[in-house]
């Protein structure tokens, strides 16, 4: 991999690691603020949307840090060395955590007493959504989990080949 396709990888992975940190400070309270605004019974609802919602970023953004790592090895042609399995192993722990809240919110949304102002479509699509986005996140996981596992046993067979060269 060319140095400056790392470092371009890289420098999005930044953007959206920064664009992460703006959302979780600036975007999310203000929005959740603007909809009560709105409708004033999603205050009951609010705090704990917004902790689901900085949360889920969060796991993202170690996610993108665990990502621009496996990059720098990449770039360095570090990949196939035992380093690469604890970033492996980072990001597969954020996209499980990411999972937990997701599944942590469709529970909430399941059981919660959400006010709706119309027919209770955003309920449903909030709900639909998060189920979805638990079952993507799982997939997600466990394709990761069989890339480490590949890549376990591409750093045993180069330590191998090493001591036979």
């Known amino acids: ?97 990411g999972a937990v809240v997701m599944a942590a919110l469709f529970v909430y949304v399941t059981f919660a007493d959400i006010p709706s102002p119309a027919d209770g479509m955003e309920v449903l699509g909030l709900w639909m959504g998060s189920a979805a986005g638990t079952v993507a996140a799982v997939g997600v996981a466990l394709l990761v989990v069989v890339g480490r596992k590949w890549l376990g046993r591409a750093i045993a067979q180069r330590a191998e080949l090493e001591q036979v060269v």
């Open 1 to 97: 991999m060319t140095r400056a396709l790392v470092f371009f990888l890289q420098a999005l992975l930044a953007v959206a690691f920064l664009a992460g940190l703006f959302a979780q400070v600036a975007v999310i309270p203000a929005t959740a603020a603007n909809e009560v605004d709105l409708f004033p019974p999603y205050e009951s609802v609010r705090v704990p949307l917004v902790v689901f919602a900085i949360v889920f970023v969060a796991c993202l953004q170690v996610l993108a840090i665990a990502l621009g790592a496996m990059l720098q090895r990449a770039g360095d042609d570090t990949v196939f060395e035992s380093g690469s399995v604890t970033w492996t192993n980072i990001a597969i722990g954020a996209i499980t955590a």
